[in-house]
């Protein structure tokens, strides 16, 4: 069965960082493009970086470039989000899972992430 767990969330001060950690199992790890997703209160869940299969190549929302960056360990199963210059906005739970989910994908429990002075 298909699972993550995410991890390493917490309430930071703008300007400050994280970095979330993800474990994956149930599948091949390495044959699949992975991203993070986060959902704020009353929004979408939206995708906010992705990263290739071998992790060469990468991609970001546009309202983080610059200041997250992912990662993976294939031989770990594991992914990483590293976030700089934390904003209030970035407030949401976060989600690791493949870039476009079907409706059947399970998901993880999130990690919720709070930027606040």
């Known amino acids: 069965q298909v699972q993550f767990v995410e991890s390493g969330g917490g309430l930071v001060q703008p300007g400050g960082s994280l970095t979330l950690s993800c474990a994956a199992s149930?599948?091949?790890?390495?044959?699949?493009?992975m991203g993070w997703h986060r959902q704020a209160p009353g929004k979408e869940r939206e995708l906010v970086a992705m990263?290739?299969?071998?992790?060469?190549?990468?991609e970001f929302r546009d309202s983080v470039k610059g200041r997250f960056t992912i990662s993976r360990d294939n031989d770990k199963n594991r992914l990483l989000l590293q976030m700089n210059s934390l904003k209030p906005e970035d407030t949401a739970v976060y989600y690791c899972?493949?870039?476009?989910?079907?409706?059947?994908?399970?998901w993880g429990q999130g990690t919720q992430v709070t930027v606040s002075s």
């Open positions: 149930g599948f091949t790890f390495s044959m699949y493009a």
């Open positions: 899972n493949v870039p476009v989910p079907s409706p059947s994908t399970n």
């Open positions: 990263i290739s299969r071998d992790g060469t190549n990468t």
